[in-house]
T-cell receptor
Framework: EDQVTQSPEALRLQEGESSSLNCSYTVSGLRGLFWYRQDPGKGPEFLFTLYSAGEEKEKERLKATLTKKESFLHITAPKPEDSATYLCAVPDTGRRALTFGSGTRLQVQP | EAQVTQNPRYLITVTGKKLTVTCSQNMNHEYMSWYRQDPGLGLRQIYYSMNVEVTDKGDVPEGYKVSRKEKRNFPLILESPSPNQTSLYFC??????????????FGEGSRLTVL
């Protein structure tokens, strides 16, 4: 059974203080790893797809990287508007579903 | 504006009183799905549909029903709600199941409380 584990559960940063979120996964054959952002009271919003180890994707202050066992979401010089819960997921094509981690709740203080 | 619309957004009901949560998308997507989100358990799939009249169970289908009579609509039915169905529900859609891109479009959620 596919498993996705995210750490830390919560992270509080000062504005401008860079850090990384971790997503480790156990799957029978990786067919992609996905990052989503979820704001309070909203549905998840797609950020990135990574397909193979060594791949990187960037969007504004966010950079996602992938190894054979985990993915990192690096946040460079975060701003308060980056505060959200970040979710990672892998596809379970047998069930036509995404298997999500429990998320990292990020708070960036001004 | 491309969107997935769920109603109601908030609902408090009592055990055993049938309810329906509606979901509608305006993007002509073939694939639609329902997830529930619970603290510590993350998002778990309830049911999904690959197209009109084609539905299948997800990870946690017990106590739920769905139907897909039109491409744009995918209602979630709780015929006899119980307190363990208290949760935050999300509807999602995509053009077919983009298993390789993972890009699902989510609604804003329906918070359901069953007393």
């Amino acid at each position: 059974e596919d498993q996705v584990t995210q750490s830390p559960e919560a992270l509080r940063l000062q504005e401008g203080e860079s850090s990384s979120l971790n997503c480790s996964y156990t799957v029978s054959g990786l067919r992609g790893l996905f990052w989503y952002r979820q704001d309070p009271g909203k549905g998840p919003e797609f950020l990135f797809t990574l397909y193979s180890a060594g791949e990187e994707k960037e969007k504004e202050r966010l950079k996602a990287t992938l190894t054979k066992k985990e993915s990192f979401l690096h946040i460079t010089a975060p701003k308060p508007e980056d505060s959200a819960t970040y979710l990672c997921a892998v596809p379970d094509t047998g069930r036509r579903a995404l298997t999500f981690g429990s998320g990292t709740r990020l708070q960036v203080q001004p | 504006e491309a969107q997935v619309t769920q109603n109601p957004r908030y609902l408090i009901t009592v055990t055993g009183k049938k309810l329906t949560v509606t979901c509608s998308q305006n993007m002509n997507h073939e694939y639609m799905s329902w997830y529930r989100q619970d603290p510590g358990l993350g998002l778990r799939q309830i049911y999904y549909s690959m197209n009109v009249e084609v539905t299948d169970k997800g990870d946690v289908p017990e106590g739920y029903k769905v139907s897909r009579k039109e491409k744009r609509n995918f209602p979630l039915i709780l015929e006899s709600p119980s307190p363990n169905q208290t949760s935050l529900y999300f509807c999602a859609s995509s053009p077919l199941f983009r298993g390789l891109t993972g890009e699902l479009f989510f609604g804003e959620g329906s918070r359901l409380t069953v007393l």
